[in-house]
């Protein structure tokens, strides 16, 4: 059974920086995408950023560049989001993934989400 369990979320003043993480187990993800997505309330949920397996090429939405870094370590299933001068907009429930590149959100497998919370 595939399982995605984040970690390191919280509430941080407006300027701050959090370093959430992401471990997957349950099975194999060689050539696996591995992604950050966001939802705010009364929102849906958006992309914030994305790595591939091999080469470790990025993507971020335009909202979180150079702000937000994206790693992964491929020998411990895990990915990683550095986020670096946070604003309130923010805030919202983060998801990782895991997925093969282009594969519809109902293919993916996603973790359980861990709140962010920047204050002002």
């Known amino acids: 059974q595939v399982q995605l369990v984040e970690s390191g979320g919280g509430l941080v003043q407006a300027g701050g920086s959090l370093r959430l993480s992401c471990a997957a187990s349950?099975?194999?993800?060689?050539?696996?995408?591995m992604g950050w997505f966001r939802q705010a309330p009364g929102k849906e949920r958006e992309f914030v950023a994305a790595?591939?397996?091999?080469?470790?090429?990025?993507s971020y939405a335009d909202s979180v560049k150079g702000r937000f870094t994206i790693s992964r370590d491929n020998a411990k299933n895990s990915v990683y989001l550095q986020m670096n001068s946070l604003k309130p907009e923010d805030t919202a429930v983060y998801y990782c993934?895991?997925?093969?590149?282009?594969?519809?959100?109902?293919?993916?497998?996603w973790g359980q989400g861990t709140q962010v919370t920047v204050s002002s």
């Open positions: 993934a895991v997925y093969r590149s282009g594969a519809p959100t109902q293919d993916r497998y």
């Open positions: 790595i591939r397996w091999s080469p470790l090429i990025t």
């Open positions: 349950g099975r194999t993800f060689s050539s696996f995408d």
